[in-house]
């Protein structure tokens, strides 16, 4: 086991940089994912600790050891891939060794080591099976299993789940999350799925963009974003957002509605923000707001309902039952201790309550 | 019942043309090895005469020798060939087009190129050699007897290992790049990405491929015959020459389909082993 520091790394394709000076400290025996939309340059970040990709500027180390120019059998890394690359023409059991066998260990200690990890994976029962013969969620096994087996410094994940269907997705992320526990190997997972990040990651690297915009725990990053994108990103269904001023201490949307905020937010007055609600931060509120309602979606523990408030389409989640139609009229409050505010321009948070 | 008749129609008009353009030469090589040049019957007198001759014993170890040489080294020689273009440097694309070349050239071409190349007196690579003081005195690589065969089998392989290589590069382009990826991971130097990754992933095209060029090898006759008519004192005579002679030098057809009919006869035998020991691996059947 061990920490990873990476250092202000870059990385270019000839002319265009797609990664802009990333740094991120990696605790010994920690959990962390990198999190982003396609293109934002997470598994590129992750090729490049693997030694896959080079390094075009800055540095990253595993333990204390900077392994820029080292190949990828030299770091002492095993990574398992979205497509599980499991090389066809071998058996469970050969798949899982070949990097002992490639390493010239004793064969009766590679035995012993496969028989182990499968063990550990439900798999003991396949070994001589070759990798066609298996489900979808077994070869995700053989994949990790594979990686298991070298009993690495570091684990790298690439979008390991992304060719499961939706049960098996919740079941490996289990299985990998009970794994992470028991052998405490530093893990850095590549994933576009928030609710893969919130429900695995010890510490959630958001990234959009070639940047990092926030590293954080998941409660963290999901109190308290860094700017608008986070807050997009982060929560399903995302933050509500909705533009407007600070007039008078209050927020006042574009056609004039105004919502109370927690403190005056007299320091600000006349800049233009863009305030942020999570949908379950809306309370059903006879005194409210009048919104429309677009449409309601129960789902048996919740009500999801798509409003529409001062000028914004709004999503609320209700514990109540809604029994109201579309076209009719709801009225909600927003918890104002809840309420973010963001910069209108640059999408960064404002502060206002320290402010105040 | 009604169905399969029906299926059969369909077949019919495909199978009269194989028939024409297969069935009836095979059946027609039988007829003329029992028969003489008048048509008479005269039963296993050809094979006889055949197998008495002093050149079908020594044509027989020449294809093997032939056959083995060139496919030995048109198979190692185009699989490395492919690991090369399947790299990425520059000019790979204009490396892939020029080693196509021996490939394109008409055999006939080819082996009159190459007959004046190695011209005892005046050939260039008898000049190259002698000029820098490599060799004393010009090789005969024609006339000598040690040199001859080898220098043929040279010729075949150069003529064929870019197909090799072309159709082995096919194979390893639709290796998935994670698959290296992943072996380099686990540790895989170059040459243990070869054994591991890809050879077992072209497996299957090579043996393909190797098969074709046995069946090549077997059958060939322009190279050969063009340069040195299977000379001399018979170093370069393999059966498929000596058929060919027999037929229209000698004139002798009932000998030469006798002759026939006992090739064929062994190679489809090397052609069944072949399949059924490499060809098939029951536990990897997709």
């Known amino acids: 086991m061990a920490s990873v520091t990476i250092n202000n790394v870059r990385k270019s394709y000839g002319e265009l940089e797609v990664l802009h000076g990333v740094s991120i400290d990696i605790a010994d025996g920690e959990f962390v994912v990198l999190v982003g939309p396609s293109g934002c340059g997470k598994s590129t970040l992750l090729r490049m600790l693997a030694g896959l990709e080079d390094i075009s500027g800055g540095e990253i180390a595993i333990g204390d050891r900077v392994v820029n120019g080292l190949q990828p059998k030299e770091r002492d890394i095993a990574m398992v891939f979205q497509s599980y690359a499991l090389y066809p023409h071998m058996t469970v059991e050969k798949n899982m060794g070949f990097s002992l066998k490639l390493a010239r260990a004793p064969k009766e200690e590679t035995r012993d080591r496969v028989a182990k990890v499968a063990a550990m994976l439900n798999l003991s029962d396949y070994l001589d099976r070759y990798p066609r013969q298996l489900s979808g969620g077994q070869r995700q096994r053989v994949a990790m299993g594979r990686a298991m087996v070298r009993n690495p410094e570091v684990f790298l994940f690439d979008e390991p789940l992304s060719n499961l269907d939706a049960k098996l997705r919740v079941q490996m992320r289990s299985e990998i999350k009970q794994n992470h526990h028991r052998l405490k190997t530093t893990t850095v997972y590549v994933t576009h799925d928030q609710i893969e990040a919130m429900t695995m990651a010890d510490k959630i690297v958001v990234m959009h963009g070639g940047i990092v915009e926030q590293v954080g725990s998941p409660l963290d990053l999901y109190d308290n974003p860094a700017n608008l994108f986070v807050a997009g990103f982060i929560g399903s269904p995302a933050m509500n957002v909705i533009g407007g001023k600070i007039r008078g201490g209050g927020f006042v949307g574009e056609d004039g509605t105004r919502i109370a905020l927690p403190f005056a937010a007299t320091d600000f007055e006349e800049r233009n923000v863009t305030l942020g609600i999570r949908p379950e931060h809306l309370l059903l509120d006879a005194k409210g707001h009048a919104a429309e309602i677009i449409t309601v979606e129960p789902t048996g523990a919740e009500t999801q309902v798509l409003l529409r408030l001062a000028g914004h389409e709004i999503v609320g989640v209700f514990r109540d039952r809604i029994l109201h139609k579309p076209g009719e009229t709801l009225h909600v409050s927003l918890i104002p201790e809840r309420i973010q505010l963001f910069d209108g321009k640059s999408g960064q948070r404002i502060d206002f309550r320290e402010a105040a | ?286």
Do not use: C
């Open chain 2, 1 to 286: 019942m009604q169905k399969q008749s029906t299926g059969y129609l369909f077949v019919l008009p495909a199978l009269m043309v194989l028939g024409m353009l297969i069935a009836y030469p095979v059946a027609y090589t039988g007829l003329l090895s029992v028969t003489d040049n008048a048509g008479n019957y005269v039963g296993l007198d050809n094979f006889r005469r055949v197998l008495s001759a002093r050149a079908t014993p020594t044509a027989f170890w020449n294809t093997l020798w032939w056959v083995f040489g060139s496919i030995v080294l048109q198979v190692v020689l185009g699989v490395l060939t492919a690991i090369l273009l399947n790299q990425n440097f520059r000019g790979r694309a204009i490396v892939r087009s020029v080693t196509l070349v021996p490939w394109v050239v008409p055999g006939i071409v080819a082996a009159t190129t190459w007959a004046w190349m190695l011209h005892t007196e005046f050939g260039i690579i008898n000049y190259m050699l002698t000029a820098p003081a490599l060799i004393d005195e010009p090789v005969g690589w024609l006339t000598n007897g040690r040199t001859v065969m080898p220098v043929m089998i040279a010729i075949n392989i150069w003529k064929m290992f870019p197909f090799v290589a072309i159709m082995v590069l096919a194979g390893l382009q639709a290796i998935s790049d994670d698959l290296y990826e992943a072996a380099r991971i686990d540790g895989a130097s170059f040459w243990e990405e070869v054994l591991y990754v890809m050879l077992p992933q072209v497996r299957t095209v090579i043996v393909a491929v190797t098969l074709l060029l046995v069946i090549w090898a077997l059958n060939h006759i322009t190279i050969i015959y063009a340069i040195t008519r299977g000379g001399p004192a018979n170093r370069t005579l393999i059966t498929p020459i000596q058929i060919f002679r027999t037929a229209f030098e000698s004139v002798q057809f009932g000998q030469a389909a006798a002759l026939s009919v006992m090739f064929f006869a062994v190679a489809i035998v090397v052609v069944f082993i072949y399949i059924r020991t490499l060809a098939s691996n029951p536990e990897e059947t997709r």
